[in-house]
């Protein structure tokens, strides 16, 4: 059915639109993205998260006496457990909304995306709700990595790097 259009009064087929044009009146009609200050945000609050993971670990070391390699586990899941409870407050989402990409740092951001899912879908039980759905997410993420370590693995092997440790 025709429709008239604010601006020229010209009426438009809208049945007739084909792909091609679409992509233009919707391109024409996008806001424009500030990429600079979405850089900078989140270069700045990833790099803030990194040193917060950093001076955990560095307390760990201080207090417990640890080395650094005994101190990462822990480092990791404390990490884990401030993200899971800003995420149930709702203080990570909002931060999430100005930094973008930099809440994203792959600890942090792999613990909101599940415990988001948990949330949202909790009123559906704990199986068929949590359960499936949070693990949605986490199971693509788990078969690339083990899928990525494995061509690593051989790529080792094949140079020579790898095997006959035991």
Known sequence: M???????GVKLQ?????????KQI????EPSRPVLKNCFRAFLSGGL??????????????????????????????MILLSVILTC???????AQWCGAG??????????????AA????????????????FKLAGSVIVFGVVAAFIIGIVYIFL???????
């Open 2 to 8: 025709p429709a008239k259009t604010k601006r020229s």
């Open 14 to 22: 809208l049945d007739s639109l084909n792909n091609q044009v679409y």
């Open 26 to 29: 919707a391109k024409k009609h």
């Open 49 to 78: 998260i990194c040193v917060i993971g950093q001076a955990i670990q560095e307390m760990f070391m201080a207090y417990f006496h640890m080395n650094a390699k005994e101190a990462a586990s822990p480092t990791v899941a404390v």
């Open 89 to 95: 407050f709702g203080v990570y989402d909002k931060l």
């Open 103 to 116: 809440t994203a740092v792959p600890v942090t951001g792999f613990a909101n995306s599940m415990c988001s």
């Open 119 to 134: 949330i949202e879908h909790r009123a559906e039980g704990i199986v068929l709700g949590v359960g499936a759905n949070m």
């Open 160 to 166: 020579g790097h790898g095997g006959g440790h035991l």
